[in-house]
């Protein structure tokens, strides 16, 4: 890494402020958004609840409160209470978007359940109630778990869309569905591409992709806060069925580039090693 940015001219002085940038942007647009929303919508218990989750997981994420707690050793139950209610509010808002009503009903069941694991997790890590310490094959059930949550907010949207929600509430799941789609996109993606030797020699294209990739993942977790404050506050709310067309033209033309590129250069790159 400090290779490829030396060649590139950039000091790690330079990364290491460019990633503290990246970071304080993300939170202060999680922030911003929730206090736009309050602003805006002060009398709405669904709009109060987006907002105060926006703020808090804005807060905590990424890890901004452990390290004052680090410091501050004071701070740490505080600090974990935060922590364990911003991961518990971000992840329950998708069994409640866009009304803050559970749909299906079974869903506050899941969510409940999604609380007590989350919290115990939370207070509690490295110990019996944190299914990721168990020994293998057990802590297998921590990823089932994982899956089986995710799996049930992806569901609880669909079931929504296509048999509750109306006009409105459909434009406000789809922009917030869309961004999410974006986000996971990027992070699976992200984390394929870095398991390719290419991108782990030292050299330009290393620093290169780690520069790429930290903005691209950025922005993308970034379209979250902002397509809720677009659901939320019903802003032009309908523009979203010609960004998501024009995204899939794009979309599949950048991956097909990629694509290429990655196979080109793994080819040659074998074809040297050959030689």
């Known amino acids: 890494m400090k290779v490829g940015l030396k060649q590139l001219g950039i ?90 009503q559970f749909v299906p009903r079974w869903t506050r069941f899941v969510a409940a359940t999604f609380i007590v694991s989350t919290a115990l997790a939370t207070f509690f890590p490295g110990s019996l109630v944190d299914i990721e310490n168990w020994p293998p094959p057990l802590n297998l059930l921590g990823t089932v778990e994982i899956a089986f949550f995710f799996g049930t907010m992806i569901y609880a949207q669909i079931y929504r869309y296509r048999r509750v929600s109306g006009a409105v509430e459909r434009q406000q799941t789809k922009w917030v569905v869309s961004a999410l789609l974006v986000a996971i996109v990027s992070f699976i993606g992200t ?54 067309n024009r995204a899939l033209v794009y979309g599949a033309l950048t991956a097909c580039i990629v694509g290429i590129y990655v196979l080109v250069v793994g080819y040659l790159g074998a074809l040297l090693r050959t030689d």
């Open 191 to 244: 984390g394929t591409l870095e398991g390719l030797p290419v991108f782990n020699q030292p050299g330009i294209l290393a620093a290169l992709f780690a520069l790429s990739s930290s903005i691209g993942y950025g922005f993308a977790f970034m379209l979250v806060p902002i397509t809720i404050g677009i659901a939320v506050l019903r802003y032009r709310l309908w523009d979203i069925d010609l960004i998501i």
């Open 11 to 100: 000091s790690f002085d330079s990364y290491a402020a460019f990633w503290m940038a990246a970071l304080v942007t993300l939170v202060v647009v999680f922030v911003g958004m929730g206090a736009i929303i309050f602003w805006r919508k002060p009398d709405d218990r669904a709009a109060l609840y987006f907002s105060l989750t926006l703020v808090v997981f804005g807060t905590i994420w990424p890890n901004t409160l452990g390290t004052l707690a680090n410091i501050h050793p004071v701070l740490s139950l505080l600090v974990t209470g935060l922590e364990s209610f911003g991961l518990i509010a971000f992840f329950v808002l998708f069994y409640l978007f866009p009304n803050a």
